[in-house]
T-cell receptor
């Protein structure tokens, strides 16, 4: 099992550019989520999904879109990047939505928006 | 609303001593899960320990234990016999199914183990 994979590991964008951060898991997990990590802010939930075809907003959804067409993939789209979106992005998954399920994290994507 | 508070931005501890990292949470729902994660300087998030709100006993995993005081809404992480490799950022997190399955994190505590 590869677990949770994220690509790319590093990315530099110019303001206004768009891009998609990829996230995939091979554990047949129902629940997937995206977080951003900024210094002194911990991890903040952007969007999450409880299954294929179902997504919902987290704490900081503005400027980001997601979709979940398959169980395995949960891409995060930045339609028009802004410097405020400079951050480290983590994707995570857990088997189901029950409170006992641990989240497994990907290695992260470090994004810089100039 | 859900809230996780970690009041210690940074801690310095001598190697081999025990260390307690504080975490308090706020929820009105009876069913929830509490987690601790470690983030070393390499950046990955490593799951350490879990405590369910209905668990009668405090969780333990090797050198890690969770001091769960439900009435006080605290879930402190205790690391026994600290090692240099324990130097990292530590995050407390809560999962509350009655709040749309959202999992929220505290802002973290940076632990430095001194030789």
């Amino acid at each position: 099992n590869a677990g949770v994979t994220q690509t790319p590991k590093f990315q530099v964008l110019k303001t206004g550019q768009s891009m998609t951060l990829q996230c995939a898991q091979d554990m047949n997990h129902e629940y997937m989520s995206w977080y951003r990590q900024d210094p002194g802010m911990g991890l903040r939930l952007i969007h999450y999904s409880v299954g294929a075809g179902i997504t919902d907003q987290g704490e900081v959804p503005n400027g980001y879109n997601v979709s979940r067409s398959t169980t395995e993939d949960f891409p995060l789209r930045l339609l028009s990047a802004a410097p405020s979106q400079t951050s480290v992005y983590f994707c995570a998954s857990s088997p189901t939505r029950v409170s006992t399920d641990t989240q497994y994290f990907g290695p992260g994507t470090r994004l810089t928006v100039l | 609303a859900q809230k996780i508070t970690q009041t210690q931005p940074g801690m310095f501890v001598q190697e081999k001593e025990a260390v307690t990292l504080d975490c308090t949470y706020d929820t009105s729902d009876p069913s929830y899960g509490l987690f601790w994660y470690k983030q070393p300087s390499s950046g990955e998030m490593i799951f350490l320990i879990y405590q369910g709100s209905y668990d009668q006993q405090n969780a333990t995993e090797g050198r890690y234990s969770l001091n769960f005081q439900k009435a006080r809404k605290s879930a402190n992480l205790v690391i026994s016999a600290s090692q240099l490799g324990d130097s990292a950022m530590y995050f407390c997190a809560m999962r509350d199914l009655n709040r749309d399955d959202k999992i929220i994190f505290g802002k973290g505590t940076r632990l430095h183990i001194l030789p």
